[in-house]
């Protein structure tokens, strides 16, 4: 009895032993060295994403209002360091920035720099890891030196709409939106990060989605024809805008060159910027399109109106020329736009009046933002008409001399397509549709259709069998920037919608300086017709044609 009540005082004394002990290390752990801990800890969920806030997803949406993801967040695996462990880990700097700089890719002198900050609980190293770099870090096993994963922006399409979409900058603790939607949308798509408030942990709140009015399988083919064109006339760059007259939707924007959001830094921040809303450039005869439709919606000449070209006009000093250098006599307001004459233009602008022309050209938004919802967008550039010579505006009857983007062209061409409204172009399928203001009357609109609609049939090259297709080609050249006059390099433009008279989408198509100067019937006018040929069929457009000739 005695034996067994000695060891039942033995168990209760080393039961207690053990407690105490416990006791003891949770003191040294929660207490001595809860600082240490608590700060390595933060430090992992920091490195591995946890007070990370998702970012909303943007999403392209098609005809049939189907969503699908253009960016999104996912996981990458990563290395990091925490330098302030590598610090008290025994081991010299020097000696584990020899050992992993050759697996990171970072020069040894820049990695001791990084290690040697004091009380630094964070340094990353490779953003997206391969297989082989984690592997041989595992293998390692340094303390401070670790692996994990993090949330970082994925662009499931690499470079489509990259101007468009921009990308998101993660160099940083908190990501932010740079360039294109993810910048203008930034306070939606980032959401609020989480983190450790007096000893809490606040969970991170996601950002909100981002549906575009982009239609992808649109997207992909206006690009890729685009890019084809640009290689087949060697040009310097190239854009393309899609938009739905009645409403502002844009389909599709896309510029060449451009780059990968996904691996950004790899690219000149030049092709960052987006030329369809941050660049200007004289369009040329597409703009006489413009000049009709202030002259007849002013009532100061009609499509039948005539003139006697003689080739040339003269004023200040200064000669205006056809582009082909002849004379085409006796001629209608018609016959200008289907041979594209520019004493023809000048006409019909001295016909109006400067006043009357410059006061149209401000109707159509032409030296406005457009108020489209993505950054940076820039203003087109009439200034010279303000207190114009009769030079200027002359020249500017067929799109020279003044300055224009290119969604503000479109723009300007769609309100013709849409009976007079000038609508504001939108990119969020959230935004309802918006009349800036009624430019040109229902019937002026339609006049100048019939006329474009007249110049493709007479040039037959943007024609498709079955539909009345209205367009307008712009051959313009380049200004010599820094100098008088122009250089022999020009910009070929075409812009153009379908059915004419009830259009489901009108199409500018932008070359920069092709190689030998084509004129813009040779380069981009077969791409509009075979954009509009694909726009067709996949919207299974009924053909018009026939009906709107009886």
């Known amino acids: ?148 994963n993090h949330l970082l922006r994925f662009y499931p399409f690499d470079d489509s ?49 981002l549906n575009l009015t982009i239609d992808q399988k649109i997207q992909a083919e206006a690009e890729r024809i685009v890019k084809k064109l640009i290689g087949d006339y060697k040009a310097e760059a190239g854009s393309v805008i899609i938009e739905e007259p009645q409403t502002g939707k844009i389909l599709a924007m896309g510029s060449f060159p451009n780059f990968n959001p996904n691996d950004y830094s790899k690219f000149n921040i030049a092709d960052f910027r987006n030329p369809t809303i941050q660049a200007l450039y004289e369009p040329g005869s597409v703009f006489k399109l413009i000049t009709m439709s202030a002259g007849i919606d002013s009532g100061k000449i009609t499509p039948d109106t005539t003139y006697t070209d003689t080739g040339s006009f003269t004023a200040n000093g200064k000669t205006i020329n056809n582009w082909d250098l002849k004379a085409h006599g006796l001629q209608t307001m018609t016959g200008v736009i289907e041979q594209s004459i520019n004493t023809g233009a000048v006409f019909a602008e001295r016909t109006t009046g400067p006043d009357i022309f410059y006061n149209y050209l401000i109707k159509f938004g032409l030296n406005q933002p457009t108020n489209i919802t993505l950054p940076g967008e820039i203003r087109g550039n009439i200034n010279n008409l303000k207190n114009g010579k009769d030079i200027d505006f002359a020249t500017a009857a067929y799109g020279q001399g003044v300055a224009v983007t290119p969604i503000e062209l479109i723009s300007a061409v769609s309100a013709i397509a849409n009976g007079g409204n000038l609508m504001k172009p939108i990119i969020s399928s959230g935004d309802k549709p918006q009349i800036v203001r009624k430019v040109i009357s229902s019937d002026t609109a339609n006049k100048v259709t019939q006329m474009m609609v007249s110049a493709v049939e007479k040039n037959i090259i943007a024609a498709i069998s079955n539909y009345s297709i209205a367009g307008k080609t712009g051959t313009a050249f380049v200004p010599n920037f820094g100098a008088k006059g122009y250089t022999d390099q020009v910009i070929n433009t075409y812009v153009g919608f379908a059915p004419a008279f009830n259009p489901k989408f009108v199409v500018l198509i932008k070359l920069d300086k092709p190689l030998g100067a084509p004129l813009a019937g040779q380069s981009v006018v077969p791409a509009f017709r075979e954009l509009t040929q694909f726009l067709l069929n996949y919207y299974n457009v009924a053909p018009d044609k026939l009906a709107n000739n009886q």
């Open 1 to 148: 009895m005695a034996k067994m009540k000695w060891r039942i005082k033995s168990l209760i004394f080393v039961f207690g032993a053990l407690y105490l002990f416990l006791v003891y290390c949770l003191y040294g752990i929660q207490i001595q060295k809860g600082a240490y801990y608590l700060s390595k800890a933060l430090a992992q969920q920091q490195a591995s994403g946890v007070f990370q806030a998702p970012r909303g997803g943007i999403f392209f949406t098609d005809k049939n209002n189907t969503i699908i993801p253009a960016a999104l967040d996912k996981d990458y695996p990563m290395i990091y360091a925490v330098p302030k462990e590598i610090q008290n880990s025994g081991q010299s700097i020097q000696s584990i920035a020899e050992e992993i700089s050759p697996i990171v890719n970072i020069q040894t002198d820049q990695l001791q720099k990084k290690f040697s900050k004091p009380n630094d609980l964070y340094e990353l190293l490779v953003s997206k890891a391969s297989s082989e770099q984690i592997n041989e870090i595992e293998k390692l096993s340094l303390k401070g030196i670790y692996t994990g």
């Open 161 to 209: 709409a990259s101007q468009l979409l921009g990308f998101v900058d993660s160099s940083e603790a908190a990501e932010s939106g740079v360039y294109g939607a993810e910048l203008y949308f930034n306070d939606l798509l980032s959401g609020t990060n989480g983190g450790v408030k007096n000893g809490k942990v606040i969970q991170p709140e996601p950002g909100s989605d």
